[in-house]
T-cell receptor, first 116, second 111 residues
Framework: DSGVTQTPKHLITATGQRVTLRCSPR?????VYWYQQSLDQGLQFLIQ???????AKGNILERFSAQQFPDLHSELNLSSLELGDSALYFC???????????????FGEGSRLTVL | DQQVKQNSPSLSVQEGRISILNCDYT??????FLWYKKYPAEGPTFLIS?????DKNEDGRFTVFLNKSAKHLSLHIVPSQPGDSAVYFC??????????FGDGTTLTVKP
């Protein structure tokens, strides 16, 4: 158990819909990262938040948005869903006391999104 | 442009033998490298890391080697065990705040 909790574990929805994925980081971790893993591909970085502020952005589509709340949990919002958005979405957290990124990430079990 | 590449999608070795997983990178700004292991239906878990100021780091059966001039790192598992069968991801970090991952190598250790 990594200490990172993601909900829901599975989600099936239709094209054009909107979903929200939720992540609770490990206790004490200030940084939250979101990654997307499409079928048989690597982990694509989407976005990072540090202590409530956006810190780094990857190839995140404009239809996607995220935020980190004062209690440090994070939500990833995916809207106008397309078939190609079907993927595993992982949340990870790290201590990052300096806001840098030299340490390991602790991953949740992922949220599997299926868009029909 | 994929900055971290794992050119072997899969690797199969016999139990007790050495497993060598390779990773190449292109960005000279990467200064910290990590390996993660992922079992089905689970998130990746950290395995071992190495700073760019070192060329080797060892932890039990796992050793990571870094060749900065070649922009290449490798993970050696000796001896390999069936429980090591998993997907292994190489990742590279900069101080900009994100880890860049390779596509992973699926290791199968046969009893």
């Amino acid at each position: 158990d990594s200490g990172v909790t993601q909900t829901p574990k599975h989600l099936i929805t239709a094209t054009g819909q909107r979903v929200t994925l939720r992540c609770s980081p490990r206790s004490g971790d200030l940084s939250v990262y979101w990654y997307q893993q499409s079928l048989d591909q690597g982990l694509q970085f989407l976005i990072q938040y540090y202590n409530g502020e956006e810190r780094a952005k990857g190839n995140i589509l404009e239809r996607f948005s995220a935020q980190q709340f004062p209690d440090l949990h994070s939500e990833l919002n995916l809207s106008s869903l397309e078939l190609g958005d079907s993927a595993l979405y992982f949340c990870a957290s790290s201590v990052d006391p300096s806001g840098g990124n030299t340490g390991e990430l602790f991953f949740g079990e992922g949220s599997r999104l299926t868009v029909l | 442009d994929q900055q971290v590449k794992q050119n072997s999608p899969s690797l199969s070795v016999q139990e007790g033998r050495i497993s060598i997983l390779n990773c190449d990178y292109t960005n000279s700004m990467f200064d910290y490298f990590l390996w993660y292991k992922k079992y089905p239906a689970e998130g990746p878990t950290f395995l071992i890391s190495i700073s760019s100021i070192k060329d080797k780091n060892e932890d039990g059966r796992f050793t990571v080697f870094l060749n900065k001039s070649a922009k290449h790192l490798s993970l050696h598992i000796v001896p390999s065990q069936p429980g090591d069968s998993a997907v292994y991801f190489c990742a590279a970090n900069t101080n900009a705040g994100k880890s860049t991952f390779g596509d992973g190598t699926t290791l199968t250790v046969k009893p």
